[in-house]
């Protein structure tokens, strides 16, 4: 029985360590992407569409090993086969820290380096390139920080709305309880994405980029809010028959202080691990609009609209690496699902979730 | 029981009455003239146009709309379909036993694979096979059924072993009885497969927790000291104790289920509500939409009172509550 917990123990430890890790690594790629790649997601390389990922070689043609690998320039000679060769006569070793594109450091700071690169002509295309020839990689990064920015935002809203409307009606019931409650279910009622469907009928269909951002993250959290506020609400309850709440009552403490001193405290792994659980649900309603066309507009890099412009079932059999922003969806999942499982962990050790 | 039914029945009514106002209030916030596609379509008469107004006052206020929409919906009419030009009743009917069945089977799917993987991980606790089996389950939570149905098509496309998108293959008329109920199965595999790998961790999981939280009693004690087999103990005595939070999850993931069945509609072309509710929302389908909201609504909350059903036949303890 003890070898049984504490592995388990053991294993969320490291679910939280790794979490940490995968969400740092997001984070970092979010605020930094126009740094971390090599191409603006909107740059358009007409002659090199759909090419596959480049190969990264150390040996060149006269058998000379480089330290530093290096790529060839690619050429388009099969239009009909899509078939692309590598044109050997000049290598393009990766530079780092190179000037490119230039871009704006948090939208504000004018800024040429790039992490890494190649010199023109040649392209790097880690993940290969799509149809119009835009950097896959460079595609997915910046994506990342649109559907993390998207999900984060929607959290900023539904996590205070679901904080306030779970601990009054909680802490009061009554007729505000019983009100808040049918609400819920109202919102519970539907399947998730046809609530979001719904939701999102509720707006035009075609909006500009920065109204649909908006209506995103309104439609995402008034998504999220409902089931947050539910456990929130449960929580209060049984916290309210606690000692200490009842001791702080005796005392002759006020509601509100009762409220923001002695629960929410508590509440306070309840919601992180709320929050971690429902990031991936967010990305996946961000994800889903885009693809169906109802999100983020082109050239806009969103995952979801990346995997709708793929287009046949032909063109994802051969060109594979157009599937690259659902690995990314799922890693973005991995990372948040291990921190919830972690964080769960540290509000009760001997909880089970998911 | 009958009581727990009807009551549970009586209060599914106002919530959807609910969900139908609520959707009818969204849909009809948007902007936008649902005749205006129509009116463009110079196969449509000037006549047809009137009386599809007239008919379903959409020249009146919203209350007004809303009224007739209820009438007819008691009468079993669920308005008309401005984009396929059609009565809504069939097109929703069909689409409602596609998804229907797609849900089925995922469901049947994850079944049969978190029940033997619970069961293991169970018995084995802490072994090899527990962590392969949590590590796969971790795995499988985290893939989008975006990327699941998407690998489908990939792998279906390259080895061509199963058919893509649609219901039926094309010469479904012509076949057998036992050739359609075979075309139809060939057809329902791969998505109902992605459906069940995103539910399969969630129950599998639930199921290990229960068994190794039942195993730990004392009855199960008392029962290895009366020199009972390990089988017996797990199918007598674990098992039906432990069976208990799963069907609670039933409900709890039938959610999950719709939403998953719905992406893959989308991605798969799968023809049910879900896809439906897309294409209607794009097209600007009014009734279409808010139909297939209710159904929606109709069919988590119907699962749900199937799943509490379940329940208490299961457990006496829900079935004869103490008064108290």
């Known amino acids: 029985m003890m070898t049984g917990k504490t592995f388990a123990n053991l294993s969320r430890r490291w679910s939280l360590f790794w979490g940490l890790l995968l969400l740092f690594v997001l984070l970092v790629c979010a605020v930094f ?88 002509p040649a392209r790097i295309f880690i993940l290969g390139s799509d149809g119009l020839g835009r950097d896959v990689f460079s595609r997915i990064v910046h994506g990342a920080r649109l559907s993390l920015a998207v999900a984060g935002v929607a959290l900023l809203i ?73 456990i929130v609400r449960g ?70 609209s990346m995997l709708a412009s793929v287009g046949s079932v032909q063109q994802l059999g051969s060109f594979w690496w157009n599937l690259a922003p659902g690995a990314a969806i799922f890693i973005t999942s991995l990372a948040f699902y291990l921190l919830a499982e972690g964080l769960s962990d540290l509000a009760d050790p001997h909880s089970q979730i998911l | 029981m009958l009581k727990l039914i009807l009551q549970r029945s009586m209060s599914l009514i106002p919530l959807l009455f609910a969900v139908a106002l609520g959707s009818f209030l969204l849909v009809r916030l948007a902007p936008g003239d649902f005749l205006a596609e129509m009116s463009l379509n110079p196969q449509i008469s000037e006549e047809t146009l009137v009386r599809l107004r007239e008919q379903y006052a959409l020249d009146q206020p919203w209350y007004t709309q809303f009224g007739k929409w209820l009438v007819g919906i008691v009468q079993g009419n669920f308005g008309y379909s401005f984009a396929y030009n059609c009565e809504a009743n069939s097109l929703i009917y069909e689409r409602l036993s596609n998804t229907l069945w797609l849900a089925l089977a995922g469901l049947t799917l994850t079944l049969l694979a978190a029940l033997p993987m619970g069961l293991l991980a169970a018995k084995y606790r802490s072994s090899t096979l527990d962590r392969i089996l949590a590590f796969l389950s971790t795995i499988c939570l985290s893939s989008p059924s975006f990327l699941l149905a998407l690998l489908a098509i990939v792998f279906a496309a390259r080895t061509g072993w199963f058919p893509i998108g649609s219901v039926h293959s094309l010469n479904f008329e012509k076949l057998s009885a036992t050739g359609r109920l075979t075309d139809f199965l060939h057809h329902l595999i791969l998505p109902s497969t992605v459906i069940a790998l995103r539910l399969v961790p969630s129950f599998f999981r639930q199921l290990r927790a229960s068994l190794i939280e039942t195993l730990s009693q004392d009855y199960i004690l008392t029962a290895r000291a009366k020199g009972l087999s390990e089988r017996m103990i797990f199918q007598k005595h674990a098992l039906g104790n432990a069976i208990n939070p799963l069907i609670s999850m039933l409900g709890n993931s039938l959610g999950t289920l719709l939403s998953g069945a719905f992406i893959v509609e989308v991605i798969m072309s799968w023809p049910g509500l879900g896809s439906l509710t897309v294409s209607s929302l794009l097209s600007r389908d009014l009734y279409v939409l808010i139909a297939c909201l209710v159904f929606a609504a109709l069919l988590l909350a119907l699962g749900n009172l199937l799943a509490d059903i379940l329940l208490a036949l299961a457990d006496p303890r829900i079935r004869n509550p103490k008064k108290s």
């Open chain 1, 33 to 120: 992407s126009d740094f971390m790649t090599p191409y603006d997601p909107t740059t358009q390389n007409r002659e090199l569409y759909l090419a596959p990922p480049s190969s990264l070689h150390f040996t060149d043609t006269e058998g000379f090993r480089h330290w530093v690998p290096f790529v060839y320039a690619l050429q388009l000679v099969d239009r009909e086969r899509m078939l692309y060769v590598e044109e050997r006569s000049v290598i393009y070793p990766i530079r780092f820290l190179v000037p490119g594109e230039p871009y704006r450091l948090f939208g504000l700071f004018p800024c040429r380096t790039h992490l890494f690169g190649v010199d023109g």
């Open chain 1, 158 to 230: 539904a996590i205070p709305l679901a904080l306030v409307v779970g601990s009054v009606s909680g802490y009061y019931g009554g007729p505000f309880d019983f009100t808040c409650m049918r609400v819920i279910e109202l919102f519970l009622a539907l399947p998730a994405l046809y609530l979001i469907i719904a939701l999102r009928s509720a707006l035009p269909l075609s909006l500009a980029p920065e109204q649909v951002l908006f209506a995103m993250v309104i439609v995402i959290a008034l998504f999220g809010w409902a089931s947050m506020a539910r």
């Open chain 1, 235 to 304: 929580a209060v309850l049984s916290l309210r028959e606690r000692e200490f709440i009842l001791a702080a009552i005796a005392l002759g403490a006020s509601d509100p202080r009762v409220i923001f001193r002695h629960i929410w405290p508590n509440l306070t792994a309840i919601i992180l691990t709320q929050a971690a659980l429902s990031v991936p649900g967010f990305i996946l309603a961000e994800v889903t609009l885009s693809y169906l066309g109802l999100g983020v507009p082109e050239p806009l890099p969103s995952w979801g």
